[in-house]
Nanobody, 126 residues
Framework: QVQLVESGGGTVQPGGSLRLSCRPS????????IAWFRQAPGKERQGISC????????HYEDSVKGRFTISIDNATGVVYLDMSSLQPADPAVYFC???????????????????WGQGTQVTVSA
């Protein structure tokens, strides 16, 4: 059974940084696409970054380019989202999602991913 567990959320001041983690289990880590989404209250779920293993493409939503970095630890499969210069527009519940047995591809549309984690809250507050 595919499972994804996010961690690392919390409260930071504007301009601060956080590292989110997504730990996958229950499937082969040979070929998969992984993405980070976020959803703020009253808003649609938004794809912000994706990548794929091994050595697949990486994409970012425009508002996070240059501030957020996605990476995959190939040994453990843990996926990280390093977020810096956090802004008042960034607070949301952040989710990771995966599509297994898929190589050389990733996307930022939620319907492309069948398996999701439970989310972790990110708050930006002075």
């Amino acid at each position: 059974q595919v499972q994804l567990v996010e961690s690392g959320g919390g409260t930071v001041q504007p301009g601060g940084s956080l590292r989110l983690s997504c730990r996958p289990s229950g499937f082969s880590l040979d070929y998969y696409a992984i993405a980070w989404f976020r959803q703020a209250p009253g808003k649609e779920r938004q794809g912000i970054s994706c990548s794929s293993s091994p050595d697949g493409p990486t994409h970012y939503e425009d508002s996070v380019k240059g501030r957020f970095t996605i990476s995959i630890d190939n040994a453990t499969g843990v996926v990280y989202l390093d977020m810096s210069s956090l802004q008042p527009a960034d607070p949301a519940v952040y989710f990771c999602a995966t599509k297994i047995n898929r190589a050389n591809w990733c996307g930022l549309r939620s319907y492309e991913y069948p398996d999701w984690g439970q989310g972790t809250q990110v708050t930006v507050s002075a």
